[in-house]
Each structure stands twice: as C-alpha cells, then as structure tokens.
C-alpha cells in the first residue's frame, strides 16, 4: 500500500480508480506539472487490464481479464513516451464447420491468396470473399476517418457524418441494424456470422436490435487504429499498465493503492475525496476529481441517483495447455488456427439462436465463444522454462450468456455453461481439449472461468458489463460535454469505460478528461 502525503496539501487533481484510464489522465496531467493523487481500491493499479499468474507454480503471466489491443491510440503511447509494443497476429480469424459431412474451416489471413482460396474451398466460388473485399473496405474507410476523432473534443453528429463522406456507409453503420448490411453483402450464413461477431462482443444483442446497440459494439471493433486490426500486447496486458503506472510516477504522480474512495463533495470549483484504508479514513482535497470507475460508482460516491441497470453477457475462461490440440478439419495448422480469433459456433444462424434462448432465460444450447492463443504471438509471457515444454495460452471469450443466468447459482450455472462451451469446441478437435490442459503444483487442471456476476465481484463491472455499461456512438448527444466525460458537477469528470467514446483499452477517456482539465472546459 502506498500512503499519500498528510499534508494540507490541495491536489490539482484525485483520480479515483488506478485502472489504465485513470493512469493515462494521471500521467498527462502530471506531465503538464499538475499534482495529481490515484487513490485505488486494489492492492494493485491496472483494474481489468492487468497481468496474474492464475495457476499455482505455473509461471505465466496471463492478460487475465482484457486481452487485445485494438483501440489505443498511438498517440496516447508517444505522449506519455509508454515502454510498450504490441505486435500483430498471423492470422485474423479461422472458423471450422462441417460441410457435407466433412470438417472444413475459413481461414481469413495468411495472406490474401491463401484467404481468397479458403472463401472458394468453404462456398465454392468466388462471391463471398469479393463481398468481404467490399465490405472491409467500407469499414476501412470508416475507420480512417473515424479513429482520429477520438482524441478530439466530441464532433456533431453532422460533423462526424461530413467527415465519413460516404452516405452508404454512413447508413450501414449509423442508421441501420448491421445486420442488414450483412445480410445484403454476404450469402454464407457462416461468413455472416463471422462479419456479425464484431457486434457482439461484450454486447448482448440481435443483428436486428433497433436500439442499435449491436452497431455501437460494431464500429467500435472496426475502427481500432484506422484498421481495425486487434494486436496482442507484447508482455500481456499488465505490461501496458505497468508502463502507464511508471509514466505517472516518473512525471510526480502518486499511486495510493489499498485506497478506496467512498464519498465525493465537490461544489464546482473545489472538491474533497474521502477515501478508506485498512488503518481508517482520510480525507483528500482537490480542484477536480477524476473518477475511473462505473457511472454506478460515480453516482453512488457522489450521491447522484443510479444509471440504469448494465447487465454483462460473457464467459471469461484462461487455460494453460501443454500442446495445442490438433483439429479435424486436415487444412487447419493449429498454430495457424489458434493465433488468430477460433470462432466456435458463431454462424449466423447460431448466434441468432443462442440470443432469442439466452433472452427466454436459458444458457445457449450451442454457446457461442471465441478463442486465441496468445503465446503463439508473443512468447514472452511464458518463462523459459513453460515456454521450451512446448506450453500454450488460450483466452476464451464467451457470448450471449447474460448475468441473470447466473443468479439462480453462480458456481452451477458457470459449471455447465464451461462444459458445454467447451464441448462445441471438441467437436472440431481431433483431440479433447481435457487431454492437452497442463495441470498446477497441486495437480489441478490450468482452466480458470469467470462468469459476469464473478467480474461484478473481483472488478466491480456493474452487471458485469465489460464496457460499464452500453458504448455510444463516438459523437455528442444532449448532456455529453464537451469531451464526453462531463457530469452534472463542473468539476468532476468520468474517465471510465462508462464515458462516451470509452469501453476497451483504449486510454481514450482518461486522455479526454485530462484534456478538459488542461484546456479549461473541465471547471
């Protein structure tokens, strides 16, 4: 635990939550040679974008929580002049299926004659991967435009449609349910599911949903660096906050962990932070507060009425294998399969399935999931001795499965729900993965899962939503500010996933809300 100064001392700025939102405001606004003070819960910085070694005797660091890296602005890294790399993967994705009667797979990546030949093998011409051409090119062009714009003060919703320039896509993204879009480019119903997965990521919603919360999850998941690649951290992801916690530190912020704040008194110009640790309460004065934390924290700290419920709608797993299973389709390279994102049970027709079971108040018959084996890319966050065994990570990422499946009996239904995952899984490994799992110093397999309600509990997500609550569209609405963390007090701003254009690692809104504290539109 670290212990701030007891001085009389007035901060320039209180961040609450040493998540890497808060370390990202923290280090701008110490870089600007501002006194800043990070009280965090934990006895760790990092929140959800953190490094552990789960498994007993085991030593590998696991991204245990986020795992990719999309939506980290390049910018955020040369400003705060981070010591972090991320490095891209092989492959993009690999999907296996069973085709009359055989097992089959797409490959996307590898190279665009490989790709192209995967998309004729699987639909048996050349239709589909030309749709594929043109729709990522549409998302392309989004994405160049759009990506820049989230370090800048919030544009208009004309604004930002003039700077897309491109009234097809504007439609297909911004006004439509994506799955028309889908539907109008691809015929392949594993192909549409493929295109739709990037909707549904920590959303939980139907291709059709006319909130249009799925397009949301979309453009976020497209737009990442202009390109929309996901890249895996080199080091895990507790290198990035590591490097973020050191960047904060060095310019002469001070990182109080095992702090928890439990009241925010703020007037508009001043503000004060009590906060509770092991040896009682203090209490920290500041002219703005800067909270990392859920728009639920933020109303209860400042005694505001509660958002709207978020609900999560994931499975967590991490596994530590001793060799990647071989699979049944004969084309497929496991290295190849698995460096990419291995969809399992995401065609079209199935995600459309497990969402109406899952909104009727039943786990999925066939839950969909995606996997990815990060050592494959960056080895290093195994030690030499797991890493020359020939050991592998897998992250799984499960979909459609909503915290009020879990209420009737956490540990029950996240059992069942493990075992069926991982059942959709063996069906397309020649191999059962029970057979390839390394087991711990006390003999026990190296598979951990976390259900929403499990992250509501270790990470305080409300409902368990990975993004804090449903993401916004990257422009201003009513009541979004400036920046997009404004709240109803001058001088406290949200620098959570919760704030508009947050959600994945992305730094974006503790970027933008220590711009508003360093340009003046923050009080």
């Not at 109303?299 to 709608?313: I, K, N, V, Y």
């Not at 496991?334 to 994102?341: I, L, N």
């Not at 069906?427 to 029970?434: I, T």
Request: with cysteine.
């Amino acid at each position: 635990m670290t212990t701030p100064p007891r001085t009389s001392r007035t901060y320039d700025a209180v961040v609450v939550g040493g998540g890497h939102n808060g370390l990202v405001a923290a280090a701008y606004l110490a870089r600007a040679s501002r006194s800043v003070l990070v009280l965090e819960r934990l006895d760790h910085t990092g929140g959800a974008a953190v490094s552990a070694r789960p498994f007993a005797g085991v030593d590998a660091r696991l991204s245990r929580y986020s795992y990719l890296v999309s939506l980290l602005p390049g910018k955020i890294v040369r400003d705060l002049g981070l010591d972090f790399r991320v490095r891209a993967r092989s492959v993009s994705s690999y999907t296996p299926v069973e085709r009359s009667g055989r097992p089959t797979g797409l490959l996307v990546g590898g190279g665009e004659r490989r790709t192209r030949e995967s998309f004729a093998r699987l639909t048996g011409s050349e239709r589909e991967y030309a749709a594929w051409q043109r729709f990522y090119a549409m998302t392309g062009h989004v994405a160049r435009r759009v990506f820049p714009t989230l370090t800048e003060p919030l544009p208009t919703r004309e604004e930002l449609r003039r700077r897309v320039d491109d009234e097809a896509a504007w439609r297909a993204l911004f006004e439509e349910p994506v799955g028309v879009t889908i539907e109008e480019h691809f015929a392949d119903d594993l192909v549409r599911g493929v295109a739709l997965t990037d909707a549904l990521i920590g959303t939980f919603a139907d291709a059709h949903d006319p909130s249009l919360v799925q397009n949301r999850c979309f453009l976020y998941h497209v737009i990442g660096g202009g390109t929309g690649a996901w890249d895996v951290p080199v080091g895990g992801m507790g290198a990035l906050t590591d490097a973020l916690a050191a960047a904060a530190r060095a310019a002469g912020a001070v990182l109080a962990t095992g702090h928890e704040a439990v009241r925010i008194d703020a007037d508009g110009r001043t503000a004060e932070v009590t906060y509770r640790t092991a040896d009682g309460e203090g209490v920290a004065a500041a002219r703005h507060v800067l909270v990392n934390a859920s728009p639920r924290e933020l109303a209860a700290l400042t005694g505001q009425a509660p958002p709207p419920p978020a609900e999560g709608a994931q499975l967590k797993v991490n596994m530590l294998l001793t060799r990647l299973p071989r699979l049944r389709d004969p084309e497929a390279d496991p290295r190849e399969a698995f460096a990419g994102t291995f969809h399992i049970a995401e065609g079209y027709g199935q995600l459309a399935a497990a969402h109406a079971r899952a909104a009727a108040g039943e786990l999925p018959d066939a839950p969909p999931c995606e996997i990815y084996c990060h050592s494959l890319t960056d080895p290093t966050i195994l030690a030499p001795g797991p890493a020359a065994a020939g050991l592998h990570t897998l992250t799984l990422f499960g979909l459609h499965t909503p915290a009020r499946l879990f209420a009737r009996d956490n540990d029950a239904v996240r059992a069942e729900l493990l075992k069926s995952t991982l059942a959709q899984l063996d069906a397309h490994l020649a191999e059962p993965l029970a057979d390839c799992l390394a087991t711990d110093a006390e003999g026990r397999p190296c598979i951990e899962a976390k259900s929403p309600l499990d992250l509501e509990r270790d990470l305080r997500l409300p409902g368990g939503h990975i993004f804090h609550r449903e993401l916004s569209w990257p422009h201003a609405q009513d009541g979004t500010g400036h920046w997009g963390v404004e709240t109803g007090q001058a001088n406290v701003l949200l620098c959570g996933a919760g704030a508009v254009r947050g959600g994945g690692v992305s730094g974006v809104p503790g970027h933008n809300a220590a711009m508003a504290v360093l340009n003046g539109t923050g009080a």
